[in-house]
């Protein structure tokens, strides 16, 4: 088994909504902010209830394409009934294969080498802090900027949410869907792909409401690609001072692959945080 690690990157989705238009979202949800049973219930006025803040955040998840393609023989032995009486016999590529009966039927035994291809693909996304594959495949047609590091997002001001879960973990993930248990009498190529692991910051805007009467407050949470807004329990998201490296987050080499295929050859074609690592250890 050949497993080939390729281009490795970190990129920004470019907002679809300015600070702006979320901020126009945002007052016009006052009331339904607070859910629709206090909204029935106690009527709150919608200039009962101000906006604190608004606060922009990056939301981590990781996006793989990998592929994965097998040759192999194998022998299989082909009966070919002949329906005709007289045909005692049939003359393929030179070489006489006698007609036997079996039963009330009349064929040949063709013994052959089947040449077998097989190709699967996976391609997903996974959410960067539970691990869990989430479908975030919509915002991958969004513009992108690639981006050096993470502490390149947080020049901004904004609050970057850093990823639990490292680049091992996802390619440990997608591998066994990529593996495939076949007969062979000889494998010619047995070829794991992973064309790009890549993690991907979407922007959000997390609103404070404070209604003042009641002494409550509430936080939605407006997703800057396609406008939704859900709410969120607890406070607002406060940044973290240490930065996860390239390194710590692309964490995935021979050895990481050695526990799930082992004995697999592995090569990897250095993508970009790899490829400056080996340049200046």
């Excluded at 970190?10 to 945002?26: N, P």
């Excluded at 009641?214 to 709410?231: E, I, P, T, W």
């Amino acid at each position: 088994m050949e497993v080939n690690l390729g281009e490795t990157q970190i990129v920004e989705l470019q907002a679809t909504y300015s600070q702006e238009q979320i901020q126009g979202m945002a007052v016009g949800k006052r009331v339904d902010a607070f859910g629709q049973m206090t909204k029935l219930l106690s009527r709150p006025r919608p200039e009962d209830i101000t906006i604190d803040t608004v606060q922009k955040q990056y939301e981590p998840f990781w996006h793989i394409a990998a592929t994965s393609h097998y040759i192999y023989e194998r022998k299989h032995a082909y009966r070919v009934e002949v329906t005709e009486p007289e045909v005692q016999a049939l003359i393929i590529q030179d070489k006489e294969y006698p007609v036997a009966q079996a039963n009330r039927s009349r064929a040949i035994d063709l013994d052959t080498l089947e040449r077998c291809e097989e190709t699967l693909r996976r391609d997903l996304t996974m959410d960067a802090q539970s691990g869990e594959e989430v479908d975030f495949r919509r915002y991958l047609t969004s513009p992108q900027t690639v981006l050096p590091d993470i502490a390149t997002l947080q020049q901004s001001g904004a609050i970057v949410v850093m990823p639990q879960v490292r680049s091992s973990f996802v390619v440990r993930h997608v591998i066994p869907m990529l593996m495939k248990t076949f007969h062979a009498d000889k494998v010619v190529e047995e070829t794991i792909n992973v064309e790009t692991i890549t993690l991907c910051f979407r922007p959000t805007y997390a609103v404070e409401y404070n209604w003042a009467a009641k002494a409550r407050h509430q936080v939605l949470v407006f997703d800057a690609l396609s406008g939704n807004a859900k709410a969120v329990a607890g406070e607002l998201k406060k940044q973290v001072a240490k930065v996860l490296d390239n390194d710590m987050l692309f964490d995935i080499g021979a050895d990481a692959i050695g526990t799930i295929i082992p004995g697999a050859n592995v090569a990897i074609k250095l993508g970009r945080f790899a490829a400056r690592k080996a340049i200046n250890p």
